[in-house]
């Protein structure tokens, strides 16, 4: 499968922004689709994922603020995120796994990477 991810931008902080990850292929429905964000130096940080079965999981660090959804008909999942802080500056990243991986939050478990698209808030 092949990931594009896209709709970064640079946003104030406490505003909005939806991301979007359209994937190819006719299986979309078997991947569990996540999204990771990266800072310079730092190692990639998992920030939601929705598993083929629709689960979704978020971190501390976003619940209450980040939203994942799938629209199984587009291929794409989106992440929307809203009251942006200043510390989400980051490269957003989608991901896909084929099932359901044991642990969603850990980068290595995932074949398919997006090219990244640039989130930068501003205070």
């Known amino acids: 499968v092949q990931l594009q991810a896209s709709g970064g931008g640079l946003v104030q902080a406490g505003g909005s922004r939806r991301l979007s990850c359209e994937a190819s292929g006719r299986t979309f429905t078997s991947y569990t689709i996540t999204w990771f964000r990266q800072t310079p130096g730092e190692e990639r940080e998992f920030v939601a994922g929705?598993?083929?079965?629709?689960?979704?999981y978020y971190p501390d660090s976003v619940k209450g603020r980040f939203t994942a959804s799938r629209d199984n008909a587009k291929n794409t999942v989106y992440l929307q995120m809203k009251s942006l802080k200043p510390e989400d500056t980051a490269v957003y990243y989608c991901?896909?796994?084929?099932?359901?991986?044991?642990?969603?939050?850990?980068?290595?478990?995932?074949?398919?990477w997006g090219q990244g698209t640039q989130v930068t808030v501003s205070s």
């Open positions: 929705v598993s083929q079965t629709g689960f979704i």
């Open positions: 991901a896909a796994t084929l099932g359901e991986p044991s642990r969603m939050v850990d980068a290595g478990r995932y074949e398919y």
